[in-house]
């Protein structure tokens, strides 16, 4: 007998051996969401010309997906990798670059592409290291944001939803690297 293991919802996770954490922002909310910003940000860059969107690895690859495919104006796809937890619940404060742009930046229009912002550090550190590379613009775009979490003072210009102090996962986000194939955001603890 030939048993379709994605019919079975348990399977629909990538890691099929963990349970599935609670929902705090549903697939459908996500796309929904995601179309909204993608008209905002189309609409904005109009005039402007090509688009630089810069996906923060690991985290932002999903949404940065999701994303660009929804946009109307000319874009290019760039990456850019951070570290900035240790491995463990406490931030160090610390980001260090691990991957720098491959593509020139100097004059052309960019926005950063980041599945989180939390305590706003690595925004932080992004900017002004783009900056460095003298664009024409920077501005940033986050799917989730946790406001009450910030320690530096950064501007988000297109915020998908602001949420509390809870841990979550999924739609790119991890703990210690698991869940982030999950399609919606998750909850896997509450906030301090
Ligand atoms: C997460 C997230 C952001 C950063 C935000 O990355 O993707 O880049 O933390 O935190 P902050 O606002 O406190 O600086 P993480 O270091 O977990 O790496 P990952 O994206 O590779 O999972």
């Known amino acids: 007998m030939i048993v379709l293991l994605y019919r079975i919802p ?3 996770i990538c890691n099929v051996n963990e349970a599935a954490p609670p929902v705090l922002i549903p697939e459908a909310d996500i796309a929904r969401r ?5 008209k905002q940000i189309s609409a904005d860059y109009q005039d402007k010309g ?7 690895l690991k985290g932002a690859f999903i949404f940065l997906a999701d994303l660009s495919r929804r946009l109307t104006i000319p874009r290019t796809i760039e ?4 570290s900035s937890y240790e491995k463990s619940d406490v931030p160090s404060g610390a980001v260090r670059l691990v991957m720098d742009v491959r593509g020139n930046i100097e004059g052309r229009h960019v926005l950063i592409v980041e599945d989180i912002v939390d305590t706003g550090r690595t925004l932080e550190y992004l900017i002004g290291m ?3 590379h003298g664009p024409a613009s920077i501005r940033t775009c986050a799917l989730l944001h946790k406001p009450e979490s910030a320690t530096v003072d950064v501007d988000i210009d297109y ?3 602001g ?3 809870e841990w979550v996962v999924g739609y790119g986000l991890d703990y210690a690297e ?3 194939t999950l399609p919606y955001i998750g909850k896997i603890k509450p906030a301090d």
């Open 163 to 165: 949420i509390g102090g």
């Open 178 to 180: 698991h869940n982030r």
């Open 50 to 56: 090509d688009l630089v969107l810069i996906g923060v």
């Open 34 to 38: 995601i179309d909204e910003l993608a």
């Open 130 to 132: 783009l900056e460095s």
């Open 159 to 161: 915020v998908g939803f």
């Open 79 to 82: 990456f850019i990798a951070v």
């Open 10 to 12: 348990k399977f629909r």
